[in-house]
């Protein structure tokens, strides 16, 4: 079983800067991709950002520029760098994990981020 854990969500103003962080435990060799989703009230889930085990990345049109996804392989974690925030991001973000199989990992809690003055 593979195990995913986010954080680092919280309040920040306009223009500001958050840093979230995916833990990922378990049989994470079977991970084939990282990604990062978000989900604003009244909307739908969409894709924010992911990056795949051989390094190549893909974001969204509305953060391209803004956001950064890494990992860090020694601590099986995937971060989020969130820059110049605006309050369009405002929404609960998820981590998710897919599979070698094609298979997705089940959602979390998620980390809320609220991007206010």
């Known amino acids: 079983q593979v195990q995913l854990v986010e954080s680092g969500g919280g309040l920040v103003q306009p223009g500001g800067s958050l840093r979230l962080s995916c833990a990922a435990s378990?049989?994470?060799?079977?991970?084939?991709?990282m990604g990062w989703y978000r989900q604003a009230p009244g909307k739908q889930r969409e894709l924010v950002a992911v990056?795949?085990?051989?390094?190549?990345?893909n974001y969204a049109d509305s953060v391209k520029g803004r956001f950064t996804i890494s990992r860090d392989n020694a601590k099986n974690t995937v971060y989020l760098q969130m820059n110049s925030l605006k309050p369009e991001d405002t929404a609960v973000y998820y981590c998710?994990?897919?599979?070698?199989?094609?298979?997705?990992?089940?959602w979390g809690q998620g980390t809320q981020v609220n991007v206010s003055s």
């Open positions: 990056a795949t085990t051989g390094g190549s990345t």
């Open positions: 998710n994990a897919e599979y070698y199989s094609g298979r997705y990992h089940p």
């Open positions: 378990g049989s994470i060799f079977s991970i084939y991709a």
